[in-house]
């Protein structure tokens, strides 16, 4: 049931270190857990089971689920999310959170590959709820069989993997049910208000109708072909047209303007998340305007996604939203200072990885430019005797990391 093809790309990504199986003890992961074992056997594995801590009964299922993994000589841990008072629990937030703890608790172990049980039918519905919301083409292509982890920076160099992509749901229960394993039901598979319960029953209709669902998920997988192929196109681009200066990003604009579209648009928007440290780029009507606007004669300077874009001489330098670190009219607030324990990397901004030499340190912003803060002293970062490293060219890499 495995994607042969994933699973030896996942191997090599992950060498000497554990595979981390994203564990929920439903039969989808519990399947892939499973079946891994059988491929790679239950030493090379790691359990990560997250408790989302959204409903009673949820720290218990956890406990269950580590102890499945456990049953099946696959030692694990259990990843508690703590949330603050007052944000709304949205199913999205949840979904970052439980990356950013899988990567985290991966990274803790050495690990850079997690594997994920998402499933052919988990990809159609994907597909399916993602046209209704008029995504572009990218968008249809759903879930890559790896990608880098959807998370920065605790994903960096992190990548997820899929080997069960083109498995129905139903075909992994009946393994369970042949090799009398048992598995747990999460509620919210049943609860109407969340939009993949709403889009697996219209699909399920559609099924019924004689609607074959796998026409949807042949379409991903040509689709995240397609995707592949532009984001490697977009890598070459950014290695022939790019310098990385610090916190500034320098684009060649001659040799940018005359680029294939879909890759150029790619780069941009990729460019553009790294230089504001965000997880996503811009969406592909933002990036649409951008790329025109960059080909203008008269183009002088435009924000997005938090970050300032400016033509300068013959290149175009791309950097950080001077008012999304200083606040702006508007009520949004100034970047709040970051206290640095010592030896410990810490992301600033999700832009500048530092490393302090001892406690006490923080950094603020000062202007444009961070500025390490202890009992008094104010240091510019050249100034500094801890470790720093600006992340630009690393963020770009992880966002195209599926490309390689």
Wanted: aromatic share 4%; charged share 25%.
């Amino acid at each position: 049931m495995l994607d042969r093809e994933t699973i030896e790309q996942a191997l090599i990504a992950a060498g000497n270190a554990p595979v981390v199986v994203a564990l929920s003890g439903g039969g989808d992961s519990l399947a892939l857990l499973h079946l891994l074992c059988e491929r790679l056997g239950a030493a090379k594995l790691h359990a990560i089971v997250v408790d989302h801590g959204l409903r009673s009964g949820a720290a218990e299922d956890a406990r269950r689920a580590l102890c499945f993994a456990n049953a099946a000589g696959v030692i694990g841990e259990i990843a508690t999310l703590a949330w603050p008072h007052g944000p709304k629990r949205a199913q999205q937030a949840a979904r970052e959170a439980r990356y950013r703890a899988l990567c985290e608790r991966a990274r803790s172990i050495g690990a850079r590959v997690i594997a994920l049980g998402h499933t052919g039918d988990d990809q159609a519905e994907t597909l399916l709820m993602r046209a209704a919301a008029g995504s572009g083409w990218r968008g249809l292509a759903a879930m890559m069989p790896i990608a880098p982890a959807p998370v920065w920076p605790e994903g960096c160099g992190m990548l997820v993997v899929r080997p069960l992509l083109s498995v129905r749901r139903e075909a992994l229960r009946s393994y369970l049910r042949s090799t009398r394993v048992d598995w747990l039901e999460d509620p919210a598979n049943a609860n109407p208000t969340f939009e993949r319960v709403r889009t697996r029953a219209r699909l399920a209709a559609l099924e019924q109708s004689g609607f074959d669902p796998s026409r949807l998920r042949a379409l991903a997988v040509v689709l995240g072909a397609l995707a592949r192929r532009v984001d490697a196109v977009a890598m070459d681009l950014v290695k022939a047209t790019v310098r990385f200066e610090g916190e500034a990003v320098q684009v060649a604009a001659e040799t940018w303007k005359d680029a294939d579209a879909e890759a150029r648009k790619r780069a941009l928007g990729v460019l553009v998340a790294a230089a504001a440290g965000a997880g996503r780029p811009p969406t592909s009507s933002a990036l649409l305007r951008l790329d025109s606007a960059l080909a203008a004669a008269d183009f002088r300077g435009v924000t997005l996604h938090g970050a300032w874009l400016r033509r300068t001489g013959n290149e175009i330098q791309i950097r950080r939203d001077l008012g999304a670190l200083q606040g702006r009219a508007d009520g949004r607030p100034a970047l709040a200072a970051l206290s640095l324990p010592a030896g410990e990397e810490i992301v600033w901004d999700g832009r500048l990885a530092l490393r302090a030499p001892s406690e006490g340190w923080r950094v603020e912003v000062e202007g444009a430019r961070p500025l390490l803060c202890r009992d008094g002293a104010r240091l510019p970062l050249a100034d500094w005797a801890g470790e720093a490293r600006w992340l630009l060219e690393d963020h770009v890499r992880h966002l195209l990391s599926s490309a390689s």
